[in-house]
């Protein structure tokens, strides 16, 4: 049997399956999913996901698919170690979903903000201040921050 460590991901099945050199194909059960084990001239290897770990199908019908869609059609199905009533462990994926909401926040609050300054950049009776004027008013900030610093440092 293939371990987690001898993996195939996609898109070599993919070209595998265009070059006709797979052998076969067998559909593996285990807790809360199955696994796809393909066989190739000397070599057996289990479908990878995309960070390299093999890749677990919750669904039957998804898994029926994706291997059609790929151009394998036949295939073994060896159910005894499936166990449907047993949730796969995926402690990643709670940070994961967070950091997915956290970004689609910052997302929509950033684009709340490009509106709200295009609004007022768009507004009659917005006022413009030249490039030379935001200088002339840095050099006075400076200025003022570096009396205020040697005052300090006395």
Known sequence: MASAGNTIDHITLQHLVEAGTVQSAEVVGQPGGWKI????GMVEQVLAARRGAVRIFSRFETLVNYLKNIGISQFNVNASNYDPAEKRARPDSSERM???YSAADHDKWFREQ???GI???DAPDAVWVSNDEVMAMG???REKWAKMAAGSVA
Not at 37 to 40: E, R, T
């Open 37 to 40: 084990l393909v066989k190739y």
């Open 98 to 100: 967070k950091r997915t």
């Open 114 to 116: 490009v509106e709200e």
């Open 139 to 141: 050099a006075k900030f």
């Open 119 to 121: 609004r007022q950049a």
